[in-house]
């Protein structure tokens, strides 16, 4: 069965820290990867996909994912981290059924 | 641009009781799915609609029954409530004709809270 891992569950950060999340899925056939982030009371938000192409992926709000296949990782960095950053971020990996299998999420928490 | 449009926002119930969710996908979307989130966890996968059929399902309970209309949009109908259903419904849509990426849109959610 599909699965993804989201191995960190609550991050804290000084802002203007660096950030990486990891994720990790286990499925063996070609798949699309996403990160959404969920700010505080809000609806999930697409950050960053990958479907093909240059594995380094650039997202919005200065987010970037690195797809490496060999170790079925879509990690998450940011160079430095805002307050406004604080939030949960979900990995999600879609299959050839069409549906996203979501991470567990990270919760990141970023002090001033 | 238009977004996914659910409704209600949020949704008090008693146990028991039924409630109906709505979901209204993007224009020319032709797929719809839902998504159950319970307090602290991640979103997991209830049902998918494309072209009004049922396309996939998940973990959704027997109790939940859903179907997409002519419109495309979808509802998802809630019967003989239970306190752990309390939770956030999110509805995504997208259309399989994309050739380039596509993605998935979220609505804003409903609310759901079982009394």
């Known amino acids: 069965a599909q699965s993804v891992s989201q191995h960190n569950h609550h991050v804290i950060l000084s802002e203007a820290a660096s950030l990486e999340l990891g994720c990790n899925y286990s499925y063996g056939g070609t798949v699309n990867l996403f990160w959404y982030v969920q700010y505080p009371g809000q609806h999930l938000q697409l950050l960053l996909k990958?479907?093909?192409?240059?594995?380094l992926v650039k997202g919005i709000k200065g987010f970037e994912a690195e797809f490496i296949k060999s170790k079925f990782s879509f990690n998450l960095r940011k160079p430095s981290v805002q307050w406004s950053d604080t939030a949960e971020y979900f990995c999600?990996?879609?299959?050839?059924?069409?549906?996203?299998?979501f991470g567990t999420g990270t919760r990141l928490t970023v002090i001033p | 641009a238009a977004g996914v449009i659910q409704s209600p926002r949020h949704l008090i119930k008693e146990k028991r009781e039924t409630a109906t969710l709505k979901c209204y996908p993007i224009?020319?979307?032709?797929?719809v799915y839902w998504y159950q989130q319970g307090p602290g966890q991640d979103p997991q996968f209830l049902i998918s609609?494309?072209?009004?059929?049922?396309?996939d399902k998940g973990s959704i309970p027997d109790r939940f029954s859903a179907q997409q209309f002519s419109d495309y949009h979808s509802e998802l109908n809630m019967s003989s409530l239970e306190l752990g259903d309390s939770a956030l419904y999110f509805c995504?849509?997208?259309?399989?004709?994309?050739?380039?990426?596509?993605?998935?849109?979220f609505g804003s959610g409903t609310r759901l809270t079982v009394v």
């Open positions: 995504a849509s997208n259309t399989k004709y994309h050739r380039d990426a596509p993605g998935y849109t």
């Open positions: 999600a990996v879609k299959t050839g059924a069409n549906n996203l299998f």
């Open positions: 224009p020319r979307h032709d797929t």
């Open positions: 609609f494309y072209e009004k059929m049922q396309s």
């Open positions: 990958y479907f093909s192409g240059d594995p």
